[in-house]
């Protein structure tokens, strides 16, 4: 939990630093570096992919 003394400040700042919960921000983050990644190898494959 980098550094918070318990789970529940973390959520706090969590919360008001990016407006969500710590698993829907690592949901968000995680879904976009897989969109990211389906891209990248479309492209290295000369196809388009949205």
Wanted: glycine share 12%; aromatic share 12%.
């Amino acid at each position: 939990m980098v550094g918070y003394s318990d789970q529940s400040t973390f959520f706090r700042a969590t919360h008001c630093w990016f407006g969500e919960s710590p698993g829907e921000y690592r949901a968000r983050v995680t879904a976009g570096h897989g969109r990211e990644m389906l891209r990248r190898s479309a492209s290295k494959l000369g196809r388009r992919h949205p």
